[in-house]
């Protein structure tokens, strides 16, 4: 039966089939595909092969010189044993050589050859059982060294084909891969990888889309066929990988491998006598004096070479200088942190636990516990918990510190979990502080698990279980900790308990649960969800807090806004309802959406214009300082950032504000940190005015600050708590001293992947982004010149590594980039309350110096080789004032003119 390729005519495959024969060698297998009409690898054959394997690393644009290697030699394949449709192919490589990159290397190529350990390595034959193209066992010599069984399992992988079009699943060399096999002529045909997986192998990523790194993969390998006899002419393995950020693509490194065997000659083969598989190898290994291990075709990780590996505690005792508190906030520290997290992921438990008993680490131990935390595997938070008891005071900010990095991962490990709710539920004698963090915590390792491929919903329902039934039972503001809970949980099943806290809890309850329900993901915004906060808006059903009100706004807003409920929301500008502030902001958070989508831009000019009522300055000028605002701070063709501002006024006083860094990429949008001022009680200080709420204020005198951290909410810092507290701060002037209020090292990128090349070589992308975070802030209240001032200042040093490395015993490649950048962003508020009351806000973003340096290293161990390739670049990212709008410069006007 022959078969032609789908790409010529029907009038060729006529003609070919008139004359009794078709071209296409390819074409001469049964229309099952199973080699029955094709005699390839004929028993007694001997096929010999020119090798070329070529290596090459790179930056991701391709732009300057890469680093790499080849190997070249011979290869001889015998086929020495069939038996059915199995054949024994008896392959050997013969003088493989080691070629490098070099300066004195002639163009165009730009390799010369290098001694190597590859020229003396122990290199014996090995063996393939052929089975009508797919290889069905390996046989390698038992002591061969990893690198050299990775580079025969690569060239085994090339002898496992298919001659008709079509799709498979098969794995070898590259891993588990879906592949596609097209013809292209009667003589030559094309094998394509794809989504090739290596589940055997570590694997960490950030699920988080705009935080995450994406992996661009072509495989291909060209096969040519001759026909008289059956033999394979050529095989062109060509792959190429581009790592690169999601939010920054020209970020990252290309890795290209190409490996070509070219037909030299044949000859006749000795074969080998056997009954069977298993006498047949029996045979050779007694022949040989070799032991030779069944294999399969995926190739092994190298063996970490220990004489090149620093312990986890020498790398800390190096580097400690650097992990010091006063390099909080600097790029110096987020480097330093990004390697010992990489140190620690394979540090033994005695190596850790010398590191944290080690007296000279005391004054670093918070920094420690911050890298533990991102560690995060069984044996590292093992050795941690040894050393640090929840239970106990002295250790509450070690607690917190490991307990936030434990949040923040993007990779939470289920059997951490599983031990946090352990202690949780059965430790009765720990902090309040410590307490609240943990169940935090819990809640949101719980939450990035539900999110990974590892979820396991049985631990997700039990921590879910915990934390309502632990707010059912609790009194008063104890509850409060475990509606933030739910807010990191973010669990779509907990909105009818949150709602029914809406509707008969006190005010701060419902705010705290209108909050839960604004971090849930957007899809789970329901009909029941819209119509409660549109009751909690218009106060259809009760009297609720201006907070709760505003969070219902926004979530009207966000939802999918018809033209009636937007009406409605205009209309409510020109109501009698007191709290002339919730107008404000209303105002203020449509026109931000407006500026960002044109449709809603066109539907408010439409109902503004068609109602008197609105159509006039008083209409759309409500009175109120509440600002809602966005500004951009980064534009970028991978990415965009803004900084989204919402400040809630009341009575001249912030009653909640927020500044969010906000990443966006195509439809993602992604908040990285949040900045949170709440304050409560303090109108009598500035104004006898309520702040047009119908109710006075019975607050008691209460400020702080909340902070949101790769979508995970920590316990808010309290500032004082009554006006006993509040006084004593003005009397004895402690807040006027810039104070840190917030301190941590956070990872932003977590990738770590083994990509398998066809050729055998398997290499390492590691990425990872860091963070040493310092928020300070400072006030200055004078009750004699009735004004104040105050400060926040956050500063942040990043670092962005990522690395691919191929590492063998004879040869070692190296690409790596770096970026760096210090960004500080101030917010100054000044406000006059002597008479009219005025308050200025300033958001400024200094200068910053963005780094970005690529390092390209190969050389060959047991040798003086080593080339370095180095490239830096430099550029000033310029500061800028954020205007906010034209109320708040008139009142800056007025305060400093």
Same mark, same amino acid.
């Given at each position: 039966?022959?078969?032609?390729?789908?790409?010529?005519?029907?009038?060729?495959?006529?003609?070919?089939?008139?004359?009794?024969?078709?071209?296409?060698?390819?074409?001469?297998?049964?229309?099952?595909?199973?080699?029955?009409?094709?005699?390839?690898?004929?028993?007694?054959?001997?096929?010999?092969?020119?090798?070329?394997?070529?290596?090459?690393?790179?930056?991701?644009?391709?732009?300057?010189?890469?680093?790499?290697? $080849?190997?070249?030699?011979?290869?001889?394949?015998?086929?020495?044993?069939?038996?059915?449709?199995?054949?024994?192919?008896?392959?050997?490589?013969?003088?493989?050589?080691?070629?490098?990159?070099?300066?004195?290397?002639?163009?165009?190529?730009?390799?010369?050859?290098?001694?190597?350990?590859?020229?003396?390595?122990?290199?014996?034959?090995?063996?393939?059982?052929?089975?009508?193209?797919?290889?069905?066992?390996?046989?390698?010599?038992?002591?061969?060294?990893?690198?050299?069984?990775?580079?025969?399992?690569?060239?085994?992988?090339?002898?496992?084909?298919?001659?008709?079009?079509?799709?498979?699943?098969?794995?070898?060399?590259?891993?588990?891969?879906?592949?596609? @096999?097209?013809?292209?002529?009667?003589?030559?045909?094309?094998?394509?990888?794809?989504?090739?997986?290596?589940?055997?192998?570590?694997?960490?990523?950030?699920?988080?889309?705009?935080?995450?790194?994406?992996?661009?993969?072509?495989?291909?390998?060209?096969?040519?066929?001759?026909?008289?006899?059956?033999?394979?002419?050529?095989?062109?393995?060509?792959?190429?990988?581009?790592?690169?950020?999601?939010?920054?693509?020209?970020?990252?490194?290309?890795?290209?491998?190409?490996?070509?065997?070219?037909?030299?000659?044949?000859?006749?083969?000795?074969?080998?006598?056997?009954?069977?598989?298993?006498?047949?190898?029996?045979?050779?290994?007694?022949?040989?004096?070799?032991?030779?291990?069944?294999?399969?075709?995926?190739?092994?990780?190298?063996?970490?070479?220990?004489?090149?590996?620093?312990?986890?505690?020498?790398? !800390?005792?190096?580097?400690?200088?650097?992990?010091?508190?006063?390099?909080?906030?600097?790029?110096?520290?987020?480097?330093? $942190?990004?390697?010992?997290?990489?140190?620690?992921?394979?540090?033994?438990?005695?190596?850790?636990?010398?590191?944290?008993?080690?007296?000279?680490?005391?004054?670093?131990?918070?920094?420690? @516990?911050?890298?533990?935390?991102?560690?995060?595997?069984?044996?590292?938070?093992?050795?941690?918990?040894?050393?640090?008891?929840?239970?106990?005071?002295?250790?509450?900010?070690?607690?917190?510190?490991?307990?936030?990095?434990?949040?923040?991962?993007?990779?939470?490990?289920?059997?951490?979990?599983?031990?946090?709710?352990?202690?949780?539920?059965?430790?009765?004698?720990?902090?309040?502080?410590?307490?609240?963090?943990?169940?935090?915590?819990?809640?949101?390792?719980?939450?990035?698990?539900?999110?990974?491929?590892?979820?396991?919903?049985?631990?997700?329902?039990? !921590?879910?279980?915990?934390?309502?039934?632990?707010?059912?039972?609790?009194?008063?503001?104890?509850?409060?900790?475990?509606?933030?809970?739910?807010?990191?949980?973010?669990?779509?099943?907990?909105?009818?308990?949150?709602?029914?806290?809406?509707?008969?809890?006190?005010?701060?309850?419902?705010?705290?649960?209108?909050?839960?329900?604004?971090?849930?993901?957007?899809?789970?915004?329901?009909?029941?969800?819209?119509?409660?906060?549109?009751?909690?808006?218009?106060?259809?059903?009760?009297?609720?807090?201006?907070?709760?009100?505003?969070?219902?706004?926004?979530?009207?807003?966000?939802?999918?806004?018809?033209?009636?409920?937007?009406?409605?929301?205009?209309? $409510?500008?020109?109501?009698?309802?007191?709290?002339?502030?919730?107008?404000? @902001?209303?105002?203020?958070?449509?026109?931000?959406?407006?500026?960002?989508?044109?449709?809603?831009?066109?539907?408010?000019?439409?109902?503004?214009?068609?109602?008197?009522?609105?159509?006039?300055?008083?209409?759309?000028?409500?009175?109120?300082?509440?600002?809602?605002?966005?500004?951009?701070?980064?534009?970028?063709?991978?990415?965009?950032?803004?900084?989204?501002?919402?400040?809630?006024?009341?009575?001249?006083?912030?009653?909640?504000?927020?500044?969010?860094?906000?990443?966006?990429?195509?439809?993602?949008?992604?908040?990285?940190?949040?900045?949170?001022?709440?304050?409560?009680?303090?109108?009598?200080?500035?104004?006898?005015?309520?702040?047009?709420?119908?109710?006075?204020?019975?607050?008691?005198?209460?400020?702080?600050?909340?902070?949101?951290?790769?979508?995970?909410?920590?316990?808010?810092?309290?500032?004082?708590?009554?006006?006993?507290?509040?006084?004593?701060?003005?009397?004895?002037?402690?807040?006027?001293?810039?104070?840190?209020?917030?301190?941590?090292?956070?990872?932003?990128?977590?990738?770590?992947? @083994?990509?398998?090349?066809?050729?055998?070589?398997?290499?390492?992308?590691?990425?990872?982004?860091?963070?040493?975070?310092?928020?300070?802030?400072?006030?200055?209240?004078?009750?004699?010149?009735?004004?104040?001032?105050?400060?926040?200042?956050?500063?942040?040093?990043?670092?962005?590594?990522?690395?691919?490395?191929?590492?063998?015993?004879?040869?070692?490649?190296?690409?790596?980039?770096?970026?760096?950048?210090?960004?500080?962003?101030?917010?100054?508020?000044?406000?006059? $309350?002597?008479?009219?009351?005025?308050?200025?806000?300033?958001?400024?973003?200094?200068?910053?110096?963005?780094?970005?340096?690529?390092?390209? !290293?190969?050389?060959?161990?047991?040798?003086?080789?080593?080339?370095?390739?180095?490239?830096?670049?430099?550029?000033?990212?310029?500061?800028?004032?954020?205007?906010?709008?034209?109320?708040?410069?008139?009142?800056?006007?007025?305060?400093?003119?």
């Amino acid at each position: 039966m022959f078969r032609c390729i789908n790409s010529y005519s029907i009038l060729y495959i006529l003609f070919a089939l008139s004359i009794g024969m078709c071209y296409g060698f390819v074409l001469l297998s049964s229309a099952s595909g199973d080699f029955s009409d094709v005699n390839i690898f004929e028993n007694g054959q001997s096929l010999r092969y020119k090798l070329q394997s070529t290596i090459l690393l790179n930056e991701r644009n391709l732009s300057a010189k890469n680093v790499g290697f $080849f190997i070249d030699g011979e290869v001889t394949i015998d086929s020495i044993w069939t038996h059915g449709d199995q054949k024994l192919l008896k392959i050997e490589i013969k003088s493989p050589k080691l070629h490098i990159r070099s300066r004195k290397a002639p163009s165009p190529d730009g390799f010369i050859p290098h001694s190597s350990k590859l020229d003396n390595i122990e290199n014996n034959p090995f063996f393939i059982v052929w089975n009508k193209g797919i290889i069905e066992n390996t046989f390698i010599a038992k002591n061969e060294p990893v690198s050299l069984k990775n580079i025969k399992k690569g060239i085994s992988s090339l002898f496992q084909f298919q001659l008709l079009d079509g799709e498979t699943t098969e794995t070898d060399s590259s891993g588990k891969c879906s592949v596609t @096999y097209t013809s292209s002529s009667p003589s030559t045909f094309t094998k394509t990888k794809n989504q090739c997986a290596s589940g055997d192998f570590d694997y960490i990523n950030n699920p988080n889309h705009i935080l995450g790194v994406k992996i661009d993969s072509t495989r291909t390998v060209d096969y040519e066929l001759a026909s008289n006899p059956f033999i394979i002419k050529s095989i062109i393995l060509k792959e190429s990988h581009s790592v690169f950020l999601t939010a920054r693509e020209e970020m990252g490194n290309h890795i290209e491998a190409q490996e070509t065997l070219t037909f030299i000659d044949s000859k006749k083969a000795n074969t080998v006598e056997g009954t069977d598989l298993e006498k047949a190898i029996e045979n050779i290994s007694n022949k040989l004096g070799v032991k030779f291990n069944r294999e399969t075709l995926l190739t092994e990780i190298e063996p970490i070479q220990t004489e090149d590996e620093i312990s986890f505690s020498k790398k !800390v005792e190096r580097m400690r200088s650097q992990l010091k508190i006063e390099h909080m906030g600097s790029t110096k520290q987020a480097k330093v $942190f990004t390697e010992l997290v990489n140190s620690a992921r394979n540090a033994p438990k005695e190596d850790i636990l010398k590191t944290l008993t080690t007296k000279k680490n005391k004054p670093i131990l918070t920094q420690l @516990y911050d890298i533990l935390g991102y560690v995060g595997t069984l044996d590292s938070h093992t050795t941690v918990m040894k050393n640090l008891h929840f239970d106990k005071e002295e250790q509450i900010d070690f607690s917190e510190r490991y307990l936030w990095a434990l949040s923040f991962s993007s990779n939470p490990n289920l059997d951490v979990i599983k031990d946090l709710h352990n202690k949780f539920n059965k430790i009765n004698s720990i902090p309040e502080k410590v307490k609240e963090t943990l169940i935090l915590t819990l809640a949101s390792m719980t939450y990035r698990l539900s999110k990974t491929a590892q979820a396991k919903y049985n631990i997700h329902r039990d !921590v879910e279980e915990t934390i309502i039934n632990n707010l059912d039972y609790a009194k008063n503001e104890d509850k409060y900790k475990f509606f933030r809970a739910l807010r990191n949980l973010k669990s779509e099943s907990t909105v009818p308990v949150l709602l029914e806290y809406i509707k008969k809890g006190t005010q701060k309850e419902g705010v705290l649960a209108w909050r839960a329900i604004k971090d849930l993901d957007s899809s789970s915004t329901n009909k029941d969800i819209l119509t409660a906060a549109e009751k909690t808006f218009f106060q259809l059903d009760r009297r609720h807090d201006t907070s709760s009100r505003t969070i219902a706004a926004d979530i009207i807003l966000q939802s999918s806004l018809n033209n009636e409920l937007l009406t409605k929301l205009l209309n $409510f500008l020109t109501s009698n309802d007191p709290a002339y502030e919730i107008k404000q @902001y209303l105002f203020q958070r449509i026109k931000m959406l407006a500026e960002s989508d044109l449709t809603v831009k066109n539907n408010v000019e439409q109902i503004i214009k068609s109602n008197k009522h609105l159509n006039n300055y008083s209409g759309t000028n409500p009175r109120g300082l509440s600002i809602s605002l966005t500004r951009r701070f980064l534009n970028h063709p991978s990415s965009n950032g803004s900084l989204v501002t919402v400040q809630e006024m009341k009575s001249g006083v912030i009653k909640r504000g927020t500044i969010d860094v906000v990443i966006e990429k195509e439809e993602f949008s992604n908040e990285l940190f949040s900045l949170g001022i709440f304050s409560g009680g303090l109108h009598t200080f500035m104004s006898s005015d309520n702040g047009g709420n119908e109710e006075a204020d019975e607050e008691t005198a209460t400020a702080g600050i909340e902070l949101t951290v790769l979508g995970t909410q920590i316990r808010p810092f309290v500032f004082f708590s009554g006006q006993g507290e509040l006084m004593g701060h003005v009397w004895s002037g402690t807040a006027s001293e810039r104070t840190p209020a917030y301190q941590v090292l956070a990872l932003l990128h977590d990738h770590l992947e @083994y990509i398998r090349l066809g050729s055998g070589f398997i290499t390492n992308i590691n990425i990872k982004g860091a963070t040493s975070m310092d928020l300070s802030g400072q006030i200055e209240i004078s009750l004699w010149n009735r004004n104040a001032e105050s400060l926040v200042q956050k500063a942040a040093g990043i670092v962005v590594t990522g690395s691919s490395t191929i590492d063998t015993m004879f040869v070692k490649s190296l690409v790596e980039f770096s970026s760096s950048i210090e960004p500080k962003l101030n917010l100054h508020s000044d406000i006059d $309350f002597s008479s009219n009351l005025h308050l200025c806000m300033r958001l400024t973003q200094p200068d910053a110096v963005f780094r970005h340096n690529i390092y390209k !290293v190969e050389r060959i161990p047991g040798s003086k080789h080593k080339m370095r390739i180095s490239k830096y670049q430099k550029y000033i990212v310029p500061g800028t004032t954020y205007n906010i709008n034209k109320k708040n410069n008139q009142m800056c006007n007025a305060i400093f003119s």
